[in-house]
C-alpha cells in the first residue's frame, strides 16, 4: 500500500505564491511518475502537473505553465509545486497522485486520472483577491 500525504496549501493573496509539497510512503517501486491534479467547487478534477521518476521530464496544463513548478526529491520520496503570479481562479483543492503501474504507459497518461494508481486526500488553496 502507498501513502500520499500533502501539505503546505493555505490562504494567499492574489499574485503571491506558495509552495505545496507530497511525500509518499510505503510499497514504493524504484520507477513511478507523480503529478498535481486540482478540484474547484462544482468543477471535475483537472490535471496540474506531473513529473517522471528522474525528474528530468515536467509536464503543465497550460494554465500553469510559466507560474507552476513542479520537482521531486526521490531520497524523500517527496515532490513540491511552486505557485507563482496566484489568481483567484487557484483556488481550488490539491491533489497529489502516484503511477506504480504504469510503466512508459504514464507517458500517454499522466494528464488524466487514469494514469494515477494512489491519491492523497488534498491540500486546500484558497486565494484572495
Known amino acids: 500500500q502507498v501513502q500520499l500525504v500533502e501539505s503546505g496549501g493555505g490562504l494567499v493573496q492574489a499574485g503571491g505564491s506558495l509552495r505545496i509539497s507530497c511525500a509518499a510512503s510505503g510499497r514504493i517501486l524504484s520507477s513511478y511518475g507523480m503529478g498535481w491534479f486540482r478540484q474547484s467547487p462544482g468543477k471535475e478534477r483537472e490535471f496540474v502537473a506531473a513529473?517522471?521518476?528522474?525528474?528530468?521530464?515536467?509536464f503543465y496544463a497550460d494554465f500553469a505553465k510559466g507560474r507552476f513548478s513542479i520537482s521531486r526529491d526521490n531520497a524523500e520520496s517527496t515532490i513540491h509545486l511552486q505557485m507563482s503570479s496566484l489568481k483567484s481562479e487557484d483556488t481550488a483543492v490539491y491533489y497529489c497522485?502516484?503511477?506504480?503501474?504504469?510503466?512508459?504507459?504514464?507517458?500517454?497518461?499522466?494528464?488524466?486520472?487514469?494514469?494515477?494508481?494512489?491519491w492523497g486526500r488534498g491540500t486546500q488553496v484558497t486565494v484572495s483577491s
Open positions: 497522485a502516484l503511477d506504480r503501474t504504469h510503466s512508459t504507459g504514464w507517458y500517454s497518461l499522466y494528464q488524466t486520472e487514469k494514469g494515477y494508481d494512489y
Open positions: 513529473i517522471n521518476w528522474r525528474g528530468d521530464r515536467q
